[in-house]
């Protein structure tokens, strides 16, 4: 997070970052505190630089994951919900009896819900469609831009200039990919994410700096609207004070 990384002719750091911890459908912990346990860990040791995001493995039930966002919400401050369908297998849909009331809390405490995009079958952008338009209040991020082992990028743009509650993570992206989302849904719905560990935040900042550079290369966005795409957006939505470069 420190990097330093070089970003519009200054050296610039990541500020703030959502942390999660990586618990599998394998993994048989009997709790969500003890899936989280390292990322408070994290917390504790960089309260001002880690954000903690709450890892929703459904099959918990839904009942266990309102008691525990509540519990990591209001007592250690995490900022957001993360769903992954494909790291604990489930549908989007045929999954609403145990989604909607976990859902609907999150909405309720004010958390972006981070959504798990980029492979099949269960990890494909367009299933987050029918659950974000039951859910007009929620505000849902398509993560890596629905790109992993294959690229879901023109399907996640498509699934976010449909519904104005969806958001689109920039990580894994493409630069003409991000170009295309600019230009279908604007800046004010893109955020800045590098899916780090598993890839490097300085290749991702370099991305989203080539947006501002003139045709064809970028997009030509100016200052203010990349401050947008790299902490206004995400701040907004986590109710947190953005970053200044």
């Not at 991000?178 to 004010?188: A, D, F, Q, T």
């Amino acid at each position: 997070m420190n990097g330093p990384f070089h970003y519009r002719g200054k050296k610039v750091r990541v500020d703030k970052a959502f942390a999660m911890p990586v618990a599998g459908i394998t993994i048989r912990e009997t709790s969500f505190l003890d899936h989280h346990k390292s990322v408070l860990r994290a917390i504790e040791k960089y309260p001002d630089r880690i954000v903690g995001t709450f890892m929703c493995n459904i099959h918990l039930g839904a009942e266990k994951a309102v008691k525990a966002m509540n519990f990591f919400v209001k007592k250690k401050g995490f900022r957001a919900l993360k769903l992954h369908p494909t790291m604990h297998r489930w549908w989007g849909e045929r999954s609403l009896p145990i989604l909607e009331p976990i859902i609907e809390h999150a909405t309720k405490l004010g958390l972006p819900i981070l959504w798990h995009t980029g492979d099949t079958p269960y990890g494909l952008p367009v299933q987050v469609a029918p659950i974000a338009e039951r859910f007009p209040d929620a505000n849902f991020i398509l993560c890596h831009f629905g790109t992993q082992m294959i690229t879901y990028a023109l399907e996640a743009i498509y699934v976010a200039k449909k519904n104005d509650n969806i958001y689109l993570e920039t990580g894994w992206g493409p630069l003409p990919r991000l170009r295309e989302g600019v230009n279908s849904v604007g800046p004010e719905r893109l955020i800045f994410g590098t899916d780090c560990p598993p890839l490097d935040m300085g290749g991702h900042l370099r991305n989203i700096e080539a947006l501002g550079f003139p045709k064809p290369l970028g997009v030509g966005l100016k200052e203010e609207q990349l401050d947008l795409i790299l902490s206004g957006n995400i701040a907004r939505l986590m109710k947190i004070k953005p970053s200044q470069l």
